[in-house]
């Protein structure tokens, strides 16, 4: 594992441009908000603990297709002001689904199925997204499962990895992988949703 993040870092600190490092596309202000909030719900979860699943597949789903801008920034907005006061976890959803759907159960939200499966779906979305050996994969997941700051992350490369770059530099490679790396979850994670939900409608 550690061969692997060492060679990723030395892709990123070899970048020359953020194209390099993969095909990107543009997220709103809207889009890019709703995914962070989603990935840093991720990483409040399962930060330190090893494990690269995100549950609750089913919510984001019911979340995410259907809702205009102005519906997902709400809920975005709630999401955050709810972790800012300490919420997490399963009490953070409980407490966004009474302000925001108070009239419908905490089953209507998530449906049936297991925190394995939902884990599964998870887990396949991000696999889909990037390569086995992506540097914007690495390095985006340690963002976001522990809880570290694109500075941080920018003086480690700076330090072990990329001395003959200044700090700047640095900051801009690591910001190159967020971007990247949020937009990719994104764009494949609502495309699965959509696809998923317009075949249950056939059915």
Known sequence: MRTVQDKSWQTLACAPRRSYLGKYQRLTPPQNRWVRSLLNHWGSFYGGSGTEHLSGGSMWSQLMTGWSCEQQE???TVLVGLREIGYQGDTLLIMAKKILWPKKTLGDLIGNAGDEEEAAFMERIVLQSFSKDSPVYEIGRDYYTWNKSIADMARWLNYKHAPFLTEKQCIDRVRW????????????LFDELCRENAESSKK
């Open 74 to 76: 709400k809920i975005t």
């Open 177 to 188: 992988c967020m971007e990247l790396f949020n937009s990719a979850v994104y764009f494949t």
